[in-house]
């Protein structure tokens, strides 16, 4: 809670106590009490101010008073005083004609969540809306979670629609308490949505979280949900559209379910099942969506001309499969003091680009100020003059932020993004943060050098998100300490009952490199049909990736579909 803790040194205190009014004596003392969360303490000082009748009760000595108490109903010793003294404290404030605030509502919320008095506490932020006092998801969870513990699920239910209303997101706390009310009450339809509200909002589950779902699905009543007449492909067809990882049809099948922990590898193939996990992509609309707004952005900051000139100049020449970063890959690992700029180590990169995907060239973006500098001083003069020749290189005009340059051109292309910027600065701030960094996660290509060689760590193969699959399965990444993808622990629920005749059903409709590539292919060439595939790299399209185990870095293994109608790349310099 906000309860106020200024600080304040014993010495100077005692100084101008008494030039202060006792209104101040009260906070001073209330603060300091708040600070070491001494119920007793409080209650005296209390009673003495009310007895005294000196003290006019402002919001501040309130909304101590009752941070007190509510974080003092956990100690058994001092949950009755604490009650009591809270509903006192609180009838006391309506009768002073004090107005309460989001802290204050939070406060009491909690106190009559303590007394197992959820419609008490739902009420007040019913009311608090009302007064017009925004309230936040810490206002809501007393009721939420009070009403959760007493297994009273419609009212939950009817807490989680008053968020949504209010336009409050739920996170995996009140998501959880949601997803277990649900479990213990049997309520499958509402276990199946609270699944997927976690997947679309959590990315790793905590170990809580995991613990609670393998309850479910080894429960009794588990074994009963869903429905035997389901059609696998239009199920293949419907997680396909969603982006891969859902279909969001309902549970599958029927019987017993089989709950294992294991790992996926670095292909993204679970341990236990041998499914083929999805990268879990954005999909067409939502990416025309975020380059319109990428866009709008830089027309408002950049010079409009420019940018224009830009947006016509990439939709003439939209068939690359790569952006680099031009500045981010020459100052790498330089002396910035002397200005250093490493063409050769650019030059690495557009090589290592343009072998992987069997003969594209890159878009190297690069202010021109940059260009002008190297083209007078540097003895690459020749290598960047052939870079613009063939269109290997945009250089954005003077006064521009090439930052705006390469990510809409990377986003607006569909293309991986060669850069070692985390993005963090503010003009991605704009971009919104859960959004772009599931963009990020499936576009950015990071590197390093090795001995003078470049060495690209691709992105992911697969997302470290909830999955289910076509087949009815569900894979749920656990949180820890741990950033390596590999190691991580997945928890893997299967029905054997549809896995044997789903394999069967699908295997006669699979693309050959699984469900997940289509999200590769389809993202670098628009309309790309996965069934129209045969085998490897002369038809396959796109730039996709995977990991090589064996030196633990990712390399690009599938390539683009030529397209019969690419226009030849031509030098672009402003
Ligand atoms: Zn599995």
Redesign the pocket.
Known sequence: MDAPHPSSHPKSQKKSRKNQNPEVNFQVALNSLSRTRDLPGAIALYEEAVGSQGVRFNQHHINALLYICSNSVADPSLKESALDYGFRVYEHMESCKVAPNEATVTAVARLAAARGDGDYAFRLVREMGERGIAPRLRTYDPALYCFCRMLEADKAYEVEEHMRRVGLSLEEPELSALLRVSAETGREERVYEYMHKLRDCVGHVSEETAKLIESWFCEEKAVDVGDENYDLSHLKDVVLRNGGGFHGLGWIGKGKWEVRR?NVNANGV?S??G?QLACVDINDMETENFASSIAALALERETKENFSEFQDWLEKHADYEAIVDGANVGLYQQNFADGGFSVPQLDAVVKELYGRSKGKWPLVVLHNKRLKGLMQSSPHKQLLQEWVDKGVLYTTPSGSNDDWYWLYAAVRLRCLLLTNDEMRDHIFELLGSKFFSKWKERHQVRYTFVKGGPVLIMPLSFSPVIQESEKG?W?VPVKDDSNEEIVRTWV?I?RPSICKSSNRVLASKKSPEGSNNFHNDHKLLNSCKPETTTKDSDTLGSIGCSQDCGNNTNTMTRKRKERSSSPSPVASSS
């Open positions: 294991g679970c236990c099942c499914e399965s894979h893997c299967t």
